[in-house]
């Protein structure tokens, strides 16, 4: 690790003006992720500006939806009485990942910005495109068993490791920003690039720009929401593949469906086309496997991956069957 | 006797009156046992000594001793596999601020090259490169710089502004391409690399029911909760240098030898200790580590503390190798095994001893007509593969049993019952009779406490909702062993006794076993015991390793007891209860000796040392050669049993039982033998389920060093898992025990892959059993 300053922050006002002053700084939330690559010098930050104490309250918005302070931690949003009862995703999201200790400090802000955990990326003896620019990627032709199918370019396959977005993006949540140039917010789902040509570029934030909330919008649907999370061993690991999912009828046919994949996508991948398949569509298993075929007749797979499309296609299937299910019971009762 | 009363009644707790005699000569083909094997002294469920030091953080390991004035190390590593430093640039390093020295091929001092482990007498090392002599690489991650500095974060800076240049050769470091140039190694730890009795291949290819299949294994890395580290000091005492390190060892003695090669002065010379030990499980000898910090200490004149990183470990300390192995069973209807085929290749170099031993269960374990086995290696461009719990047995199983619970479905025959149909009534290959086995006995109390009748002998017909339920089941075994070397000092007063061995605690619960076997040997109570190891100052020298050290401590113990009391007797005057009688009449109890014959006759310890003036008597013997593996085939056994769950959705596999039945001779404390195999068997999960070094076949390098990348089961991965044991002691062992280290991790794989067979229908013969293989 190479020697850096570190400041305190008191508001987000002073700390993009600590970040404006200097050259090659980091805000700093939990650290669960950022100190880790410090310590690999695949990060080698001058300065530190640590944002962890600031926005740390989760309130209730005028039309029923959350506004989540992006210190918040991931034990506190998961353990939030409110989440469990609207959004029980998300609480299942945030708790399949990562381990309880990290969960204690890693922040809501910090979880979406976390990097890859390609072991390529975190070597620096090894080639890697989004660490070094035009270096190559040594993953495509190596162990590639975590790497992405959905989104991926010839210069990179990295997943994007989080759980919680995956929940997020489901549930149509917005990020609120603020920047050297005023505040602004947009939909979750468009805050992170894929890859392309430029891996290293991750994100649509401006230099200096900080994460200030997370905005859950309401949705009644998602009272009865999962997430199910495949992976090597029972705790403690990344995705292999996993689903976030939601769904609600309208008589025979399928009203409104929220679908959305971790583990597999260079980002947090809302199943936008196998949505737009089954919204509307009478229910079958015929629809199902149209609307899950409609969006992973995108992927791309390597020899190391190749099992996450069929694990998709399950794990998609399976689930989507058991939320109209549970539709329909709700519907019942 | 029920050899399965419940282990962890502690209604034993009585001690016997009537004393405890002296071991017999137990090694010898007509000797006497050790009484001590029969004696309800042994088998308490004594909590472990040191765990409330541990538990509190009061246990120091290597890395928490400190000198005054100590400097801290960092390594860097290459990443070339083979070739030649072109340069170094340490003049930007010397400058930084803390940086006292970066030591490099060019200006590191002379050192001999480390001897090997199994291959020279004094070998500790893991293999024979070179260290820091030359500008050539062997392996990618191969130590090429050593930087000390004031704090351990300077010398953390300090090598990542190291600019190193490397002219890279052409290197074997794709295991596929290595087999190609396969090769017999000289030796298999000692013996020979080809075993054949009969014409294996000839009853095989005649045979009517016939398996033949290749399994494979990968590399698996040493995870110890402690990484490998190292606290030293030069200094002169009375003219001559003393090298004092603390180290993380489970072979002092061996250590101190081999570095007293390195650096060209006496093993006197050096003085390691080594009181707690983070675990071991082979890792834990003579690495490059402690041979560079200990050569930068003494060019600086200052202490040096270097603690290895989780992902300096994988650099620095060799894992397991990689296996393809092939098993061909052949049988006739009744599952009579007539041709028994275990041979293969696993990854190696030419730099150490270590041809990964697969085959090493099979030699044991089944009467065949016709047997061969085989090993071969391919050489790489690699860290030298070691140790690894179980080296052979762990993987050898995994292949060995798979293949049985093949064999077994296709004679349409329980599993179970195969492998009662081939038990051996002598060892199949030497010939000699087994000392103690009581595999069936162990097979079928476990089977019954499983419930291994309500295995569905259909794959793939019990299911819970999504989760096809299986059984499956596959032989434990691991070999005695008492290697030479050990010695052992008492000493005595009226206080109690000390008992003194360079022997090692990693976590296993050997000091407080062997304070309790003292105790009972000597008739004192445990508190008036204390154990003393991990200093190679202290008495002999014993490897803890193989299973053995309990082995290796007894005999030593055995020996010093018959030496203090023939000293006893001999200080006794001619008006003690005693006058007149000889070792072999006496028993210990009560803090003192008494006649066997005559309780009455009695005198205790401080009566006797008192009337000869004495305030302790103290008494150092060597143990008596391993003479019993000469006449008996010696080997710890048991059945593990295994219930998997595997989703038919997403192919994960969920152990949900997992039970041990051993035989391993007499259980000497069953607290701390049930967390040895229970260790064991976790580690096995490991082993069949998700445990693998990602080696890029490209570069050779490592991919995966860290824990977060390098799955080992976490807590949610472990099933309540259930231990029992026959508790029958071995005639021809101190305290009647055999090792019960290893053995854990042996069939673990196998007992996994077949109840992932019975459960599924696939049958997977290549580790780990991930679920992309069942989807």
Known sequence: MNAFDYHQAVDAEQAIEQAMRRQQTRYLGGGTNLVDLMRETVERPAALIDVSTLAREIEETTHGGLFIGAGVTNAELAADPRVRMRYPVLSRAILCGASAQIRNMATVAGNLLQRTRCAYFYDIASHCNKREPGSGCDAREGFHRYHAILGASSSCIATHPSDMAVAMVALDARVHLRGPDGERSLALSELHREPGERPDLETVLAPEELIVAVELPPLPMAAISEYRKVRDRASYAFALVSVASMAALDGDTIGDVRLALGGVGTVPWRARRAEAALRGAAISERAIDTAVEAELEMARTLPGNGFKLALARRLMTSELKARVADAREGGES | ?775
């Open chain 2, 1 to 775: 006797m029920n050899p399965f009363r419940d282990p962890m009644s502690s209604d034993r707790f009585d001690s016997e009156s009537s004393g405890v005699a002296l071991a017999g000569d137990y090694w010898r083909r007509d000797g006497k046992p050790d009484a001590l094997g029969t004696s309800d002294r042994v088998g308490q469920p004594l909590s472990r000594l040191d765990g409330a030091q541990k538990v509190t953080g009061r246990a120091r390991f290597a890395a928490e001793f400190s000198f005054d004035g100590m400097l801290y190390a960092a390594l860097v590593y290459s990443t070339i596999a083979n070739g030649r430093i072109a340069s170094i640039d340490r003049d930007a390093v010397e400058s930084m601020p803390g940086v006292a020295l970066v030591m490099t091929h060019d200006n590191a001092p002379r050192l001999n090259t480390a001897p090997v482990f199994l291959r020279s007498p004094n070998g500790a090392a893991g293999d024979d490169h070179p260290i820091m002599q030359s500008d050539r690489v062997h392996w990618n991650g191969q130590p090429v710089a050593l930087v000390l500095a004031e704090t351990q974060e300077q010398a953390d800076a300090a090598v990542e502004r190291l600019e190193i240049e490397y002219r890279a050769e052409p290197a074997v470091t794709d295991f596929e391409i290595a087999k190609g140039q396969a090769r017999a190694p000289d030796n298999v730890l000692g013996g020979p690399a080809e075993i054949a009795l009969g014409d294996a291949d000839s009853a095989f290819a005649a045979a009517p029911h016939r398996v033949d299949a290749t399994y494979t294994t990968p590399r698996h890395n040493h995870n110890a909760i402690e990484p490998h580290a190292v606290t030293l000091k030069w200094s002169r005492e009375a003219g001559t240098e003393i090298l004092r390190i603390h180290d993380a060892s489970q072979c002092v003695d061996l250590t101190a030898a081999s570095l007293a090669e390195v650096f060209d002065i006496d093993a006197a010379q050096i003085h390691i200790t080594s009181p707690f030990v983070g675990g071991g499980f082979g890792s834990k000898t003579l690495w490059q580590h402690q041979i560079l910090a200990a050569a930068a200490a003494r060019v600086v004149e200052r202490p040096v503390r270097l603690a290895l990183s989780r992902k300096g470990v994988y650099r620095v300390v060799g894992g397991r190798a990689c296996t393809e192995q092939r098993v061909a069973l052949g049988a006739d209807d009744s599952g009579k095994l007539s041709a028994l085929i275990h041979s293969g290749i696993a990854s190696m170099t030419c730099h150490n001893n270590l041809p990964e031993p697969f085959v090493q269960a099979t030699k044991c374990l089944y009467a065949a007509d016709a047997i061969r086995l085989s090993i071969e290696v391919a050489d790489m461009h690699m860290l030298a593969n070691t140790f690894m719990r179980a080296p052979g047995e762990s993987v050898g199983t995994f292949a060995l049993e798979s293949a049985l619970d093949e064999l077994a479905e296709r004679l349409g025959m329980d599993p179970l019952a195969l492998r009662e149909r081939n038990e051996p009534a002598q060892d199949p290959i030497s010939g000699l009779p087994f000392s103690s086995r009581h595999l069936l006995e162990a097979a079928r109390a476990g089977a019954e406490r499983f419930g291994w009748s309500g295995r569905a002998a259909t794959p793939g017909s019990r299911r819970e909702g999504e989760w096809q339920i299986g059984m499956g089941c596959a032989t434990a075994t691991y070999p005695y062993m008492r290697m030479p070397g050990a010695a052992a000092r008492i000493t005595l007063s009226a206080k109690g006794a000390t008992i003194d061995i360079a022997a090692h605690e990693m976590g296993m619960g050997t000091a407080t076993v062997q304070t309790q076997i003292a105790a009972a040997r000597l008739g004192l109570p445990v508190e008036q015991v204390t154990f003393r190891y991990g200093d190679n100052m202290l008495a002999g020298a014993v490897l803890a390793g193989g299973s053995q050290q309990t082995a290796a401590i007894g005999g030593a113990v055995i020996a010093a007891h018959r030496e203090l009391v023939t000293a006893l007797l001999a200080l006794v005057t001619s008006d003690s209860p005693l006058a007149g009688l000889s070792a072999d009449d006496v028993v210990c109890r009560d803090a003192g000796l008494a006649a066997a014959d005559d309780a009455s006759r009695f005198a205790d310890y401080a009566e006797i040392l008192s009337g000869a003036g004495r305030e302790s008597l103290s008494v150092e013997a060597a143990a008596a050669d391993s003479e019993e593996l000469a006449h008996w085939s010696m080997h710890s056994f048991g059945t593990i049993f295994c219930e998997v769950g595997v989703s038919e959705i997403s192919g994960e596999v969920r152990v949900r039982r997992l039970l041990g039945s051993f035989d391993c001779g007499r259980i000497l404390n069953p607290k701390t033998a049930t967390s040895q195999f229970r260790g064991g068997m976790i580690m096995g999960l490991g082993l069949a389920l998700m445990e693998e070094t990602w080696f890029d076949a490209r570069s050779g390098r490592i991919i995966n060093p860290s824990l977060a990348d390098y799955h080992v089961p976490v807590q949610m991965d472990v099933p309540e898992i259930e231990v029992m044991w026959t508790d029958i002691p071995d005639p021809h062992t101190p305290m009647g025990a055999r090792g019960i280290g290893e053995i854990g991790i042996t069939g673990v794989g196998a007992a996994v892959a077949n109840a992932v067979y019975n459960a599924s229908g696939k049958r997977i013969r290549d580790l780990p059993i991930t679920l992309d293989k069942l989807l």
